[in-house]
């Protein structure tokens, strides 16, 4: 018989409630930090007051969870039962949420793999539906590790925000690479590439933005069987005309997620930003 394994996640996959319910994930939730106030994402604090602070200028950053509060959902984790924990978190270029759960890990009740998936938003919550059915089959760790770690690098993500500005203050991009959506009137197309941020190409305007986000998804979808997300901070309007055109011009889509991001990106990002995750299955 295969061990039971539990799903172990953090707050940046941005998986709805009732997904997390479902199959029964456990959520690590990182901190965002405005002026001298820490609040823990999906809690306490949401995208709206990251995007109206970061307007006024205030100070926001963020901060990874303690591996202390790993240990504290590992072991709550194995009490309730499990026998073997995949713990997977965003992208260790971005954070140090892996190297927290690695320290915590060594301690466990329980075995814990801890998976770097190199993604993060909704390519990081595909990834970790992936790996939470395959638990669901009776997958073993291994298994589930392999099935998570396949989705990942299966999945894309293109993005475009209003201003590399954030990214730049946050370190999420470099100063070289911040030049790039420098120029008067342009504004830049960005991917995500091995875990890290990489400019793709430039577009003069946001309509342009969406029209060129849409036929990325449309080319690299193909005629595959893929989910989508389509994610924004401060633009619902321009990111629930994406999700339309994406309905009708991708056959094989399957679940297509809309939604702002939450707190963590939505502070490195900036106001403006408008995604796309594209995951064959």
Avoid: C, W
């Avoid at 396949?150 to 911040?178: E, N």
């Avoid at 003069?204 to 690299?220: M, N, P």
């Amino acid at each position: 018989m295969s061990p039971q394994v539990a799903i172990v996640t953090d707050s940046t996959a941005y998986l709805a409630p009732e997904a997390l319910t479902r199959h029964d994930i456990s959520v690590v939730p990182l901190t965002v930090v405005i002026g001298n106030e820490a609040l823990e994402e999906g809690t306490e604090i949401s995208a709206f007051a990251v995007s109206r602070a970061l307007q006024r200028r205030r100070p926001v950053t963020t901060s990874r969870p303690s591996p202390a509060e790993f240990a504290a959902v590992y072991a709550s984790v194995a009490a309730s039962g499990a026998e073997a924990i995949v713990s997977l978190h965003l992208s260790a270029e971005f954070s140090g949420t892996y190297d927290a759960a690695l320290v915590a890990a060594k301690d466990a009740p329980v075995p814990v793999r801890v998976v770097d998936t190199g993604v993060v938003a909704m390519a990081l919550g595909f990834t970790v539906l992936a790996a939470a059915e395959t638990a669901e089959s009776g997958g073993t760790a291994d298994e589930v590790v392999a099935a998570a770690e396949k989705r990942a690098a299966d999945t894309s993500a293109y993005f475009y925000v209003d201003t590399l500005d954030y990214l730049r203050r946050g370190g999420r991009i470099g100063a070289a690479q911040a030049l790039f959506g420098s120029a008067l009137a342009v504004k830049p197309l960005l991917r995500l590439v091995d875990g890290r941020i990489e400019p793709l190409e430039k577009v003069r305007t946001a309509s342009k933005a969406i029209t060129r986000l849409e036929e990325i998804v449309v080319g690299e979808a193909g005629t595959r069987r893929v989910d989508v997300a389509v994610h924004h901070l401060g633009a619902a309007e321009r990111a629930a005309v994406l999700a339309d055109r994406l309905r009708e011009r991708v056959p094989g889509l399957g679940d297509l997620v809309v939604g702002e991001v939450g707190a963590v990106i939505g502070a490195h990002a900036g106001p403006g930003l408008l995604g796309v995750v594209i995951s064959p299955y």
